[in-house]
């Protein structure tokens, strides 16, 4: 799965769990607690929204920093 389609989806999941959040500023390099502004609770919904809409399931509780990362990780994973 292309690095794009997988941060284009990841942009949805973000809108729909901060929906007053800017997403224009947000690339690859945005920490998730600094930049887009996610909490423990919203890195949950954030989880069960990437596992939903990609079609895997975590291995473990995800540690992730950036939204690079997640990119990274859900392109290795992905099933759909």
Known sequence: MERETI??????ILK???PSMDLSSVN???QLVRDVGLDSL???LLS?????KFGFKFEG??????V???IDYVGS????
């Open 7 to 12: 941060f284009e989806g990841l942009k949805e």
């Open 16 to 18: 729909q769990i901060k």
């Open 28 to 30: 690859e390099d945005s």
């Open 42 to 44: 919203t890195i949950l």
């Open 48 to 52: 069960l929204a990437v596992e939903n």
């Open 61 to 66: 509780t995800p540690k992730f920093e950036t």
């Open 68 to 70: 690079g990362e997640v």
């Open 77 to 80: 994973h992905a099933t759909v």
